[in-house]
């Protein structure tokens, strides 16, 4: 049977023998050039009638290693996913960014910074940031007379 010549397979695989040889010619392992890789956790922003709620999602970060800070006008989280470093463990491969983050966002509406709540299970932080009064509806009812 023939086998049929893959030539982006190929180019894939000489690519990757050649970063290693570079990696290794320079002293850096791929553990060091994942660690310093820099990355943004990815969040969604849900809006209801009275919060605003942001959800992040931070696998592998420890909570104590998360800041959340409020002022009236942003929000901002920060923290760093640390490399576990084993004695006994090398790393092959490191695919995922280790290292500090921060995202901020414009909040855009007026918001009651002392009433915001923060919770986190399973890798996705959740932060509900309660609109100020001043801008929820308020429903008017209508006397008869």
Not at 13 to 33: H, P, Y
Request: hydrophobic letters at 35%; charged letters at 35%; zero cysteines.
């Amino acid at each position: 049977m023939m086998a049929r010549w893959d030539p982006f397979r190929d180019l894939s695989a000489l690519q990757d023998r050649i970063n290693r040889v570079f990696n290794e010619q320079l002293g850096r392992s791929e553990a060091a050039e994942g660690a310093g890789k820099t990355w943004a956790p990815v969040v969604d922003i849900l809006e209801s009638e009275s919060d605003l709620i942001v959800r992040a999602e931070l696998p592998g970060v420890k909570r104590d290693e998360i800041d959340i800070e409020v002022t009236s006008e942003s929000l901002t989280i920060r923290g760093e996913r640390k490399l576990d470093e084993q004695d006994s463990l090398k790393y092959l491969r490191v695919e995922r960014a280790y290292g500090p983050f921060q995202r901020s966002f414009s909040i855009g509406v007026p918001v009651q910074p002392d009433k915001v709540k923060a919770s986190y299970r399973d890798g996705v932080l959740q932060v509900v940031v309660p609109k100020a009064e001043e801008i929820k509806p308020k429903k008017i009812e209508i006397n008869a007379e």
